[in-house]
Nanobody, 123 residues
Framework: VQLAESGGALVQPGGSLRLSCAAS????????MGWYRQAPGKQREFVAS???????YYGDSVKGRFSISRDNGKNTLYLQMSSLAPEDTASYYC??????????????????WGRGSQVTVSS
């Protein structure tokens, strides 16, 4: 699976942003998908996950502010982010595992990763 994130930008605190992840090389509807982020000097952090069956799960730090969704017709995964804060500043990575129905939370179980999209929250 090939993945390409887009949509990263500089945004003010309290603002919103939507990231996209375009996927190719597999039947997207059968993929387990996820978003992770990594800030400089910090460990990679789980953000959200989407199963091929439509289930979703969020990390505690983004719950209630971020929303993961997918458009199987466009082979695209989205991350809608709102009420952004400086601590959300990071590179955001899309991940995928093909032919997987269940929800995946462990990054070691994802087989494919994008190159990342930078989100900077600053006034």
């Amino acid at each position: 699976v090939q993945l390409a994130e887009s949509g990263g930008a500089l945004v003010q605190p309290g603002g919103s942003l939507r990231l996209s992840c375009a996927a190719s090389g597999s039947i997207f509807s059968g993929n387990a998908m996820g978003w992770y982020r990594q800030a400089p000097g910090k460990q990679r952090e789980f953000v959200a996950s989407s199963s091929s069956g439509g289930r979703t799960y969020y990390g505690d730090s983004v719950k209630g502010r971020f929303s993961i969704s997918r458009d199987n017709g466009k082979n695209t995964l989205y991350l809608q982010m709102s009420s952004l804060a400086p601590e959300d500043t990071a590179s955001y990575y899309c991940a995928a595992r093909s032919n997987t129905v269940r929800l995946i939370l462990d990054p070691r179980e994802f087989a494919s990763w994008g190159r990342g999209s930078q989100v900077t929250v600053s006034s």
